[in-house]
């Protein structure tokens, strides 16, 4: 026979037993886990270490994001505001005026990277000559297309600044990268095949140049 207190006893662990169930009862193990914070950007290097306002300055990494998008780039403390190429692991852009000695750094979702030391040498690019350095490139490579025939004529100062009848201005003085012309030669503007067309294209060196003279204001010079 079981005693009284034998019973009581048994009775009160049922109770707690039962009270410590209740009490896990609002939990759930299952639950998924908060997402993963996207990695924060890094650089590795920049090339060249050295620069002057206007020129280009290569920035390699990884987690850059494949598009710009709201993310910013400072070169010596300064945004920059004109970007050739951004991609994922490189970064392509003009220094940018009032830029200092210092460093390189990144923010891509409100996440900074660390920073690399760049040197910005002061003195200001030399000036790109239109008739030395654009001009003879264009009659090379451009003109048996673009010489009295497609509306565009790269066969002259003149004719450049005219544009075309059907895409207006090619050039836009003081933003190179921003001008139809650049974006038809690096093969990034929307809806037309990049020239010259079928190729051999201008490398990045001479098209650097056409950019930069037209960031210098596209002079007659």
């Known amino acids: 026979m079981v005693k009284k207190r034998d019973l009581s ?3 009160v662990v049922a109770v707690l037993t039962l009270l410590a169930a209740c009490s896990d009862s609002g939990t759930n193990p299952q639950q998924d886990p908060p997402p993963a914070q996207a990695a924060a950007p890094a650089i590795t290097s920049i090339f060249p270490d050295s620069a002057r306002s206007g020129d280009i300055l290569t920035v390699q990494g990884n987690n850059f994001g494949d598009s710009r998008g709201t993310s910013t780039l400072r070169i ?17 852009a003009r220094v940018p005026s009032g830029a200092a000695t210092g460093s390189v750094e990144i923010v891509v979702g409100g996440r900074a990277s ?9 003195a200001a690019p030399a000036a790109v000559s239109f008739s030395t350095t654009i001009l003879p490139r264009f009659q090379s490579s451009c003109v048996g297309c673009h010489g009295g025939t497609n509306n565009l004529f790269l066969d002259s100062y003149a004719g450049l600044m005219a544009g075309t009848s059907r895409n207006g201005p ?9 001008s139809l012309l650049v974006r038809v030669l690096r093969g990034t503007a929307v809806g037309i095949p990049r020239m010259p067309q079928g190729g051999p294209f201008l490398s990045s060196g001479e098209i650097d140049n056409i950019s930069l003279w037209i960031t210098q204001g596209a002079l007659n010079n």
């Not at 050739?84 to 392509?92: E, G, K, M, P």
């Not at 660390?114 to 002061?122: D, E, F, G, H, Q």
């Open 76 to 92: 010596g403390g300064t945004n920059v505001t004109e970007f050739i190429s951004w991609t994922n692991i490189q970064i392509r």
């Open 170 to 178: 090619v050039v836009t003085p003081g933003n190179g990268e921003g």
């Open 9 to 11: 006893v048994h009775l």
């Open 114 to 122: 660390n920073t690399i030391p760049v040197r910005i040498i002061s």
